[in-house]
Every structure is written in C-alpha cells, then in structure tokens.
C-alpha cells in the first residue's frame, strides 16, 4: 500500500518489525530520515566542490581580466595625470577585475546551469539553497584576489600612489566581490535563455567598467545616477579615499557599510531566485 505524508510533516522510512516465525509483522515501526544539513557546512562543502572544478578553466580568464585592467591603467595614464581623478582609475580598475569574474562569469555560470539542468542536481541535496548560491559566489570571487591586488599595486606604481593603506583591499574585495557575485548569480538565474545571462552578464560587466573606471567628475549628472547604483561602486570609493595621505576612515567605512548591506541585498535575490529556476 502506499502511504503519502501530509505536507508539513517530518518525513519518515517504515519497516516491519520482526514477528514470530510463522505469522507477518506484528506492527511498523518509523525511522526518520537524516535531518536536512547546517547552512555552513554546505556552505562549506558547496565552496570547496567549486573552488576545485572551476579552478581549471577560470584561472586563465582571472589573467585576461587582470590585464585588461592594467591595460585600461595604461591607456589612462595618458589622459590622466594625478589627483583624485588617478585614484578612481586606479580603485575602478582593482574592482574590475572583481567585475569580470563574480559578474559576468557567475552569470553564465548559472545561466548555463539552468539551461542544462544542472540545478535538478543540486535540488535533490539536502543543502538549503542559499549554501548553493554563496558556495560558487564565495568560490568565484576567490578567483579575484590575486588579480585585484596586483592590478592596485601596478596601479599605484603606475600613478604614484601611495600603497600605506592597500591593506583596505582587505575589505573592498569581498564586499564588492559579494554584491556583484549576488547580482551575477541572480542575472544568470532569472534569465530565460543562457544566451540571455551571457549578454547580461556582459553589460554589467561593461557597466562597471565605465561607470566604475571613468572619474565621476566626468561623467554627466544622469549617468552619476546610474553610477549610484551599481553596487561596486561604493568599494570603488572607498578603495578610491585610501590613497588620500590622511584618508576619512568614517566615510570609508560608511562605503564599505553600504557595500555590505548591498552585497547581503542581491546574494539574497540571488536565493530567491535560485528557488524559484529550482521548482520549474
């Protein structure tokens, strides 16, 4: 006979339990199943399975965007002289590099997950989906730190910068690196076609590096709208107000607070959106 379990009940596995040797089972006993896993464990566990298969394939491209930024330094160089306008190119190009992988990668990423089915996968898992999305969001931006801490180095040799306070990278990185990593992730999942994450991921990527790179002094008013929104801008500044000799930790951290919240913001409609390409 087969039995069904009332939604909202724990599920459980029945077997008969032994009765003498010459009648059925005496009675049924229930054994519950494993409990569903912690969020850091998977967390965890998720990470470490990305981090080893995407290591391969993604290092060469940590290089392209690596040099690309410093490429983008050196084409500015012969616009920009020094001041404030060489510490945003050198800040925007830093979190370029964060751009390209945890924006544009993640989201073909999961735009090409979805498009093979690859999500039914991590579905059957005991894993709650937010250990899915921050596991290959936390593994791809880990693929941005070497590139972003040699491209502000290049840079501020390049510029003559001084390097005291790089150590904000520290923070900058992740932040940005979760906002944009969420963002990706969401992009990748919400859109209909892989095709479709590619292109979108491409923009954004594009987004950051014009509205990221490009001193916001010169850009017009309207397209500093736009440069408000997108969430590595305020790692961009803050990263940007660390070259200053004497730099303002409070509007520092006031940057890197909004990064935070940000970042927290889009990895959870990044879940959310994971949920819903789950159940189709």
């Known amino acids: 006979m087969t039995s069904i379990i009332p939604a909202g009940t724990a599920a459980t596995r029945t077997r008969p339990a032994p009765g003498p040797s010459d009648a059925g089972p005496a009675c049924t006993v229930t054994a519950p199943l494993a409990p569903r896993a912690r969020l850091l464990p998977s967390l965890a566990a998720?990470?470490?399975?990305?981090?080893?298969r995407a290591r391969v394939a993604r290092i060469p491209l940590l290089f392209v965007a690596t040099f690309q930024s410093v490429g983008i330094m050196i084409l500015m160089?012969?616009?920009?002289d020094g001041g404030s306008e060489a510490r945003a190119v050198v800040a925007g190009s830093s979190v370029l590099v964060v751009a390209f992988v945890?924006?544009?990668l993640l989201a073909q990423y999961f735009g090409q997950l979805r498009a093979s089915g690859g999500l039914d996968h991590y579905a059957t898992l005991p894993v709650p989906p937010a250990a899915v999305v921050l596991g290959a969001a936390a593994?791809?931006?880990?693929?941005?730190?070497?590139g972003a801490v040699f491209t502000a180095v290049t840079g501020s040799v390049l510029f003559q910068?001084?390097?005291?306070?790089l150590?904000?990278?520290?923070?900058?990185v992740p932040l940005s690196g979760a906002a944009l990593a969420g963002l990706g992730a969401a992009l990748g999942l919400l859109a209909p076609r892989p095709e479709l994450a590619t292109l979108l991921g491409q923009l954004g990527m594009s987004a950051a590096l014009l509205l990221g790179v490009l001193p916001a002094e010169r850009l017009p008013e309207p397209v500093g709208w736009a440069r408000d929104l997108l969430p590595s801008t305020y790692g961009v500044e803050a990263l940007a107000r660390s070259f200053d000799a004497r730099p303002d930790w409070g509007i520092i951290a006031f940057f890197l607070a909004i990064c935070a919240a940000v970042g927290v913001l889009s990895?959870?409609?990044a879940t959310w959106a994971y949920r819903?390409?789950?159940?189709r």
């Open 267 to 269: 990895l959870a409609v």
């Open 167 to 172: 150590w904000v990278l520290v923070a900058v």
């Open 46 to 52: 998720v990470y470490r399975a990305q981090l080893s």
């Open 276 to 279: 819903r390409a789950a159940v």
């Open 77 to 80: 160089r012969g616009v920009v």
């Open 102 to 104: 945890a924006l544009n």
């Open 139 to 146: 593994a791809y931006a880990s693929f941005t730190v070497p």
């Open 161 to 165: 910068l001084p390097m005291t306070h």
